[in-house]
Structure formats: structure tokens, C-alpha cells
């Protein structure tokens, strides 16, 4: 089966410059999560969803941060402005949560730069 | 909220030694603890899980033990190889799955 696909996977920008990830999770997944890898540290979970409805969102720093997930299916994460602290890996995972295995697949990921 | 401790952060053995990390975590209530492999540069994957009504699960040279009593769980690898170096997270699920820091894991050969 087709795994999790993200786009782009790389993205360099300047500070207060906004940019825009993409996720299409494995079909049939209900619940998509973007996380948050700075460099040397474990992912942070910035937005889960379950179809189009969002679980939890208190780690997403709403005032620059954004997200939605349409039609219960691809999600955008979006960020404006951007800060040199922005500067991460972001992944995308889904699962599927009603067969119970709690298992996350994730994507390569978006590597961001924020000069 | 749920928090995750993971120790150590850095861990070198030689090829065919066991290595060992070791989770805290602190919600009584979280369920489901999963172990996570990353090489550089590319996603994280599951290798092993445990659930929280089982003590301990092995899948070949990879075992992880959980006391719930204590809520530390931990990853053991034995007869380690250098390809399995890498960054290994550890995870604990109530709801939404939280990340230790991390144990970057150099076999040397």
C-alpha cells in the first residue's frame, strides 16, 4: 500500500516569509498528526485530527501556525511568518485508530529552513 | 499532560554487545508504549510495541519491558549490529502519542 506522502521536502525561506506543507496520509487512516523535529530532539506533536474534526491542538503556536485537514483526507500545515526558530522537520503520520493498533506511519517529512 | 523521559541520550557499544534504554512517563493512564527507530535523515519506524497489560514482548533481538507499578518501560537490543545504529524513540499513548527525547545508539564494529 502507498505510504504517507509529503511535499515539498525541502523548503528554504526567509524569516517572516510564510510557507505551506502538504500530507496525503495511507488511505482509509482517520486520525493524521503533524509533528514538529528540531534537530536532536524527539517530534512534538503540534496537531492531531480525527477525519476533519481537530483532537488537540495545544502544542501549535496558533498565532503563526495553521492547519486543516478538508474532506477528512490530505491535511496543509501552514506557517506565516515564519521565525528563525521555526526551522525543523515536519512530520506527517497517520493511523487507523479504529483497528486499535495505535500504530503511526510516518511521512519523509518537510525539511524547513528559515534564514 | 503526559510527559516522557528517555535515558541516556547517547549510547556507544561494541557490535554484538546488548544496549539498553530506559522511559519514564508520567499519566497512570497511558496505555500503549511504542519504540521507534530513526536513521539519519529519514521517518521514524516502529520496531517493537508493548500494551499496557503486558509486562514484556520480544520479536528477536529486540524485547521491551514495561512496569506499570513504577510507569518506566525500557528497549533492550541484544547481539547489536552496526546497522543498528540510530536515533531510537521511545512514545507513550493516552489519546495522543508523546516522544521521549531520544537515545542516538553507535554500535562499533
Known amino acids: 500500500e502507498a505510504g504517507v506522502a509529503q511535499s515539498p521536502r525541502y523548503k528554504i525561506i526567509e524569516k517572516r516569509q510564510s510557507v505551506a506543507f502538504w500530507c496525503n496520509p495511507i488511505?482509509?487512516?482517520?486520525?493524521l498528526y503533524w509533528y514538529q523535529q528540531i534537530l536532536g530532539q524527539g517530534p512534538k506533536l503540534l496537531i492531531q485530527?480525527?477525519?476533519?474534526?481537530?483532537?488537540?491542538d495545544s502544542q501549535l503556536p496558533k498565532d503563526r501556525f495553521s492547519a486543516e485537514r478538508l474532506k477528512g483526507v490530505d491535511s496543509t500545515l501552514k506557517i506565516q511568518p515564519a521565525k528563525l526558530e521555526d526551522s525543523a522537520v515536519y512530520l506527517c503520520?497517520?493511523?487507523?485508530?479504529?483497528?486499535?493498533?495505535?500504530?503511526?506511519?510516518f511521512g519523509e517529512g518537510s525539511r524547513l529552513t528559515v534564514l | 499532560g503526559e510527559n516522557v523521559e528517555q535515558h541516556p541520550s547517547t549510547l556507544s557499544v561494541q557490535e554484538g554487545d546488548s544496549a539498553v534504554i530506559k522511559c519514564t512517563y508520567s499519566?497512570?493512564?497511558?496505555?500503549?508504549f511504542p519504540w521507534y527507530k530513526q536513521e539519519l535523515g529519514k521517518r521514524p519506524q516502529l520496531i517493537i510495541d508493548?500494551?499496557?497489560?503486558?509486562g514484556e514482548k520480544k520479536d528477536q533481538r529486540i524485547a521491551v519491558t514495561l512496569n506499570k507499578t513504577a510507569k518506566h518501560f525500557s528497549l533492550h537490543i541484544t547481539e547489536t549490529q552496526p546497522e543498528d545504529s540510530a536515533v531510537y524513540f521511545c512514545?507513550?499513548?493516552?489519546?495522543?502519542?508523546?516522544f521521549g527525547q531520544g537515545t542516538e545508539l553507535s554500535v562499533k564494529p
Open positions: 512514545a507513550a499513548i493516552r489519546g495522543k502519542l508523546i
Open positions: 499519566d497512570s493512564a497511558s496505555n500503549y
Open positions: 503520520a497517520s493511523s487507523d485508530l479504529a483497528r486499535g493498533t495505535g500504530e503511526l506511519f
Open positions: 485530527f480525527q477525519n476533519n474534526g481537530v483532537v488537540d
Open positions: 488511505s482509509g487512516h482517520a486520525t
Open positions: 508493548i500494551r499496557s497489560n503486558v
